[in-house]
């Protein structure tokens, strides 16, 4: 079994700590547009540094269902 990472939209302020963080840099992506962060999650491993690294509660590892 595997987890991925979630990003809450509305919690996301988009200062792209957890960008930095995640050692993969093909995880995840922060849209300008929009001003917020999206996962690959087929590239994700579930280490959950970027997790630690929101201060705003906006990211969450999550199991498939």
Do not use: H, Q
Request: net charge positive.
């Amino acid at each position: 079994m595997y987890v991925t990472v979630k990003v809450d939209e509305v919690k996301c302020n988009g200062c792209k700590l957890c960008v930095l963080t995640c050692p993969d840099p093909n995880v995840l992506n922060f849209i300008k547009e929009s001003k917020k962060v999206t996962v690959n999650a087929s590239r994700c491993k579930g280490c959950g540094l970027c997790v630690e690294a929101c201060n705003r509660d906006a990211m969450a590892l999550e199991s498939p269902v």
